[in-house]
């Protein structure tokens, strides 16, 4: 079995925002040389995710809208975790909806997506530098 | 280390709807040959899902009307992504609630569930045929 | 390829609550001798979560009152899941929100997580025992 794991860094400019990761994923399944196998790629932070979408930015701006809407930033002082003198409680609700993480099959060297699949990192406390990490196990 | 791949097939008649698969990935499972790994399932489409939960049609009623309350269908021009032409945008909210994947242990050759644990396909904009992958690693 | 499996035993005294589970996960890697690969942790339960967030006592406070807003407990009867004679439909719902699993990459004989990553089991439904599976495999 072989094993393969890099770290890709982002720093968003503003506090929320989605970038498409595919490309970058894909790049780091070729410097793998595996075939067939599982693909991880996960937030390491608690304030982002990653996950599987469409890239298409009136859904992204739904998505914004949504999200806020579930959990709003404001007012900040409703959420207990911002006595601590944060103010991302908001962050840490919205990264539980999109979700942390995904596995993705990797068949005959590439990832083995849908028609539509596109990985995206999802900021919800930017302006500052996080990572996302990439695992790819098998042969 | 194995790998097995293999596409399921749906066409739900409605727009939303909840089909139980455990015997299809466990017939996956089994044309695998593999006794030890990790099970993959994934939703191919953006709008569908794959969890698990319980198989009764009373919480899947609930799901149902949930769903629909953290992310209405309607008014459809409520949302950017279906000024495309789409109507679906709420599908894409529900698909990440619900979320696109599971991975199920795999232990003696059997998927390593607990009492009441099911697969379920979620399907929130149907009426045409859509894939889901099970890719099974292991030995 | 190496596998290991594990069950680790949980009985919240309460309705629900959320359990640092990370010493018992990185004890299970210890065991399992396993160097490179992944760690599949997750509920056996389908009222219950495995998830990766902040060790914060205000965030998970934050989490009980927003899930809670999100799914409420009660009225008990206005989920059809509860004519079977349950009263445990909401937490069929907190746990979609909050995950089934996690999967977390196993680099150098460690969890390779980011600064603040720590798995939590979430229990939705509790006063009785509850199992999560902890499941790696590798090398």
């Known amino acids: ?31 793998s040389g595996i075939k067939e196998g599982m693909c991880l ?5 608690i304030t982002a995710s990653v996950f599987i979408n469409d890239d298409e930015s009136g859904l992204h701006h739904d998505y914004e809208t949504w999200l806020e809407k579930l959990a709003p930033h404001e007012p900040v002082s409703s959420y207990w975790h911002n006595r601590t003198g944060e103010d991302n409680a908001d962050a840490h609700m919205k ?3 999109m979700g942390r ?3 993705v099959a ?6 083995d997506f ?20 990439v ?5």
């Open 1 to 31: 079995m072989k094993s393969f794991r890099k770290e890709l860094w982002f720093e968003i400019p503003s506090r929320r925002g989605f970038v498409n990761i595919t490309s970058q994923v894909q790049e780091c399944l070729r410097e």
């Open 41 to 45: 790629v996960n937030a390491m932070h």
């Open 95 to 97: 990264r539980q909806v």
């Open 101 to 103: 993480e995904v596995v």
């Open 106 to 111: 990797v068949t005959e060297g590439r990832l």
């Open 114 to 133: 849908g028609p539509w699949e596109q990985i995206f990192y999802g900021e919800f406390d930017g302006r500052r530098k996080k990572r996302v990490l």
């Open 135 to 139: 695992k790819i196990i098998g042969e």
